[in-house]
């Protein structure tokens, strides 16, 4: 019931094109769903969030799409450039507490 | 503004040999954590300390102390390494509990051989 399960592992993307990663929890109680990016060799660097009262945000090129009846929420990146080639990271922690929940990582690889 | 520093940035031990993994944040943030990265498990919670004076338990705890030495500084020491330890450590901390979210550092790459 801990679990926050990403998909894809991996993902590759053409320039321009629409980059979309999903992941799926369980815990009803968890209410703050963060999104991380990370380049090789870097710690994770929080990119967007999302609180369960709103369905969407968005942030230049990248989209929350949340779904508290389903519990998934996905990341979207718009226009994928070659510099967003990272791995993303999302998690999910409950009631603002302490022990946030990461998803495994989606690698992705956007060609030029 | 250097944010989250962590030292050492890589290391190799032996089994059985111990060492301590630095961690300093600027932010003047109250919380702060350990993570361990593997391959296709994401960052699982060692240890976290929430405010100054105060430690817990994460996710994968054993085989790990901490300390948090004052508000800027929490360290995690491995006592008796063993190769199931080898992994990245990030360390992260946050404003307040983790409402904005997590400033991480660059990690730890550590091997026990």
């Known amino acids: 019931q801990q679990q926050v399960k990403q998909s894809p592992q991996s993902l590759i993307v053409q320039k321009g094109g629409i980059s979309i990663i999903n992941c799926a929890y369980e815990n009803t109680a968890f209410d703050y769903f963060p999104w991380y990016q990370q380049f090789p060799g870097k710690g994770p660097a929080l990119l967007i969030a999302i609180r369960p009262d709103v369905s969407e945000k968005k942030e230049g090129r990248f989209t929350i799409s949340f779904n508290k009846s389903a519990k998934q929420f996905s990341l979207h990146i718009m226009d994928s450039q070659p510099g967003d080639s990272a791995t993303y990271f999302c998690a999910a922690s409950k009631n603002g507490g302490f022990k946030t929940i990461f998803g495994a990582g989606t690698r992705l690889f956007v060609k030029a | 503004n250097a944010g989250v520093t962590q030292t050492p940035k890589f290391q190799v031990l032996k089994t059985g040999q111990s060492m301590t993994l630095q961690c300093a944040q600027d932010m003047n943030h109250n919380s702060m954590y350990w993570y361990r990265q593997d391959p296709g498990m994401g960052l699982r919670l060692i240890y976290y300390?929430?405010?100054?004076?105060?430690?817990d338990k994460g996710e994968v705890p054993n085989g790990y102390n901490v300390s948090r030495l004052n508000k800027r500084e929490f360290s995690l020491r491995l006592e008796s390494a063993a190769p199931s330890q080898t992994s990245v450590y990030f360390c992260?901390?946050?404003?307040?509990?983790?409402?904005?979210?997590?400033?991480f550092g660059s990690g730890t790459r550590l091997t026990v051989v």
């Open positions: 992260a901390s946050s404003e307040r509990r983790q409402g904005n979210g997590y400033t």
């Open positions: 300390s929430a405010s100054e004076g105060t430690t």
